[in-house]
């Protein structure tokens, strides 16, 4: 009897997304490897490459909880989320008819069993996703993201940003958002997040757009264009073409060197208040990127001798609340507390009262990529996530 009502079932939950399916060649980054060693070592080493919920406890953690509140099945969720986390996932979509086969655990033959846990998507955003996308739908509603704002290559063609490259084992196609307009390829995901409940807490590409900035996210995340070759293949009068190309790191708030004076810090004293001017250089608010990032100012007040008169950390990030306002994660949100963050380009100047017997003052600004509401709600143990990465730092006699 579950056999039958499972045939029944089993077309009614696979849709979704236009889906591209990858021939096995082109799955694997090792693949990959023997044209383009160095690029490939350099992604193993970002987070790009750590986009699956296996190799990210704050991810997998997330959609644990999603799952529990929302009573949705786990594999439902991990859909949701794979339209950034997993684009080349082989099911986009869900329904309740799905939900019924995985409460009565008949699920587990399911095509979206196996597009869950397939090894072809172990990867996360790798070669084949990025290096695949032929079109981006910029009309298309800021919701859709990932997967549904874009369309893929055929298997076996790749977009890069050369309009004369050569390969003998793919074919090649190039793009202005691979070159010129390479912020509108990042924005296909790292533009806005939103919860459950439709609760907009991160909009990187808004801000951006309000810093007037020509800046590109490469630039930063990728680092500068220097000399090297993109492929190894000796494809041009018997060598190798050495070209302008960029590290694929994708560096962020998680690396320390990325953080290190990305704002500027001015101290004032007027009267009996130190005021503390936080001038961010970047065309994106900080913290930013994903919600319960937090900026930590910690004030110590002290005597002549050196002696602490008084100590004070400010938090500037954000909380969020559900149903009955209870604390929640950003992605569950119903509520969020004010944006506390320093604009794009802009500044935000904080006033801290100065204590009686105080004769000078340190200020060390710190980044923590998880708030102590959120990493308490899901139980984060890996020391990263409560890790304070130092900024900048500056003293001031009184």
Known sequence: MKQIFFV??????????????????????????????????????????KSHFDKDEYFRKSLEYVSRK????????????????????????????????????????????KAVNSDAISEGINCVVCHNVDKIHYNYPKEKRGIDRVEWTPSGTMTGPYKDAKSPYHKIVSHEFMNEKVNELCFVCHANDRSVHGLLFTDMEAEYKASKSDEKCVDCHMGPKHKDVASTFKNYNGKARIRDVRAHTFKGAHKEEMLKDALLLRLKKKKDALYITLQNKLPHNVPSGFGARELIVAVSFKK???????????????????????????????????????????KKVLKVSIPKGAEAVSVHLYYRLVNDEVRSLLKLTDKLWEKKFLITSKEMKL
């Open 304 to 346: 002549g001798d050196g002696s602490v008169v008084e100590e004070k950390n400010l938090s500037l990030t954000r909380t969020y609340k559900r149903k009955r306002s209870k604390p929640s994660t950003p992605h569950m949100a119903k509520k969020q507390s004010k944006d506390t963050s320093v604009p794009a380009k802009g």
């Open 8 to 49: 029944i079932l089993f077309s009614a939950f696979l849709s979704g997304a236009t889906v591209t399916k990858v021939d096995v060649k082109y799955q694997k980054s090792k693949n990959c490897m023997p044209c383009h060693e160095r690029i490939v070592k350099e992604w193993q080493d970002s987070w790009h490459a």
């Open 70 to 113: 929302t009573r949705k099945s786990l594999n439902a969720t991990k859909i949701q989320c794979a339209k950034c986390h997993n684009p080349r996932i082989t099911v986009t979509q869900t329904d309740v008819d799905y939900e019924i086969a995985a409460v009565m655990g008949l699920d587990e033959d399911s095509e979206v069993n």
